[in-house]
């Protein structure tokens, strides 16, 4: 998705999202410059998404969740920091996704912790029912499809330096 994508679901990351940036309205309407950032999984060794990823899969406990195809959208921790302070430099305004350009299907990411971690994958995948019921409504954050593109801050002059997941997990 482009960051002018006006999607007409109404799943759980649409609405924090819409909710989220809404909240910029009273300062866009005093006239004061702002900037939205929409965040992809954070690729962080010990915090966040990537350690509660990780974890069965070191335990040997490692699957996809439900049926894997769907698009995750990942930045590593340290292009995220220096998003930050690009954005904060360059003055930029509007909305912008944070999100490195090559977002993976969760099959993919998992493999891909296996891989790092020297793991095998044996067991089915995680069935949604199940992601249901540990996560309640935060089983958006694993199964809604995000494939977020990142050609806008791209095109502002941000470099990132992990472009390929494989190379920001080994990091």
């Not at 899969?57 to 959208?73: H, I, N, T």
Request: proline share 5%.
């Amino acid at each position: 998705y482009e960051e002018n994508f006006q999607g007409t679901d109404a799943g759980f990351l649409r609405t924090v999202v819409k909710s989220w940036e809404g909240s910029l309205k009273p300062f866009q309407a005093i006239e004061v410059k702002t900037t939205a950032l929409r965040i992809g999984i954070v690729l962080d060794p010990q915090e966040g998404a990537l350690p509660k990823l990780m974890g069965p899969v070191k335990y040997y406990f490692g699957a996809a969740l439900a049926c894997g195809d769907q698009w995750q959208s990942w930045i590593h921790i340290d292009d995220l920091v220096r998003l930050l302070m690009f954005v904060l430099e360059s003055k930029l305004e509007g909305v912008y996704n944070a999100v490195a350009p090559n977002p993976v299907q969760q099959i993919e990411l998992t493999k891909a912790i296996a891989k790092i971690l020297q793991r095998p994958l044996v067991l089915p995948n995680v069935p949604e029912f199940a992601l249901r019921l540990m996560l309640g409504e935060m089983r958006a954050i694993a199964l809604e499809s995000q494939r977020v593109c990142a050609s806008k801050i791209q095109d502002a002059g941000f470099k990132f330096n992990f472009l390929e997941l494989e190379s920001a997990l080994e990091d």
